[in-house]
């Protein structure tokens, strides 16, 4: 059995931990943690804290894999579409991803693989294109339709929390559909 664990690195973020499930059935997700927080450190602390509690949910030997969220690069001259900040934009983004990789790294997880964007939406195949829409609740809604246990797990979750850790849901899951889909 392979367990995936997933960070959505936003100031708002998210981990999750998801198995493959049984054949012919959807992914199963074991435990959503929500992570952020004002202050870089405060959110490190989140992260390795909600990390090191999703793996000692992992039984001994398995097999795991790790993901963290690589944003897409879609930007005009150093700016991401519509953000008049750019520079500032994009070192955050960097400092919130750069934590998150040293967390798994703390937590026992090794290195993660960097997921783009565009790879776990692909992967489920029927996912809404174009990220996040309006206030971006339809990544809860298809991480509640794909991925089994999530609804009850994201109720859990404060609402400003919950779409970012409906995404790390989705990320792990898809890592743990790709193990499925290669492997049968």
């Keep these: 059995m392979v367990f995936c664990v997933a960070v959505d690195p936003g100031r708002h973020g ?39 509690e999703l793996v000692a949910l992992i039984e001994e ?7 963290v969220e690589d944003p897409p690069k ?21 400092r919130y991803q750069g934590m998150a990789i040293a967390a ?7 290195e993660p693989v960097l997921l783009p964007v565009k790879a776990w939406t692909s992967a489920w195949g029927v996912m809404v294109p174009g990220g996040k829409r309006g206030d971006g609740t339809h990544r809860i ?5 794909l991925v089994e246990g999530s609804r009850e797990a994201l109720d859990s979750i ?18 743990a559909l790709a193990r499925k889909l290669l492997t049968t």
Excluded: F, N
């Design 14 to 52: 998210g981990v999750a931990l998801v198995t493959e499930g049984q054949p012919g059935k959807r992914p199963v997700l074991l435990g959503v943690r929500h992570i952020g927080g004002d202050r870089p450190a405060l959110w490190y602390r989140r992260a390795e804290r909600g990390l090191r």
């Design 61 to 67: 030997g398995a097999e795991v894999r790790a993901y």
């Design 74 to 94: 879609v930007s005009r001259r150093g700016t991401l579409k519509g953000d008049k900040r750019g520079q500032r934009t994009w070192a955050g983004i960097g």
């Design 104 to 110: 798994c790294v703390v937590a026992g997880l090794g």
């Design 141 to 145: 809604r298809e991480a509640e339709l």
């Design 158 to 175: 404060p609402v400003s929390y919950r779409v970012d850790a409906a995404e790390a849901v989705l990320m792990a899951g898809a890592g």
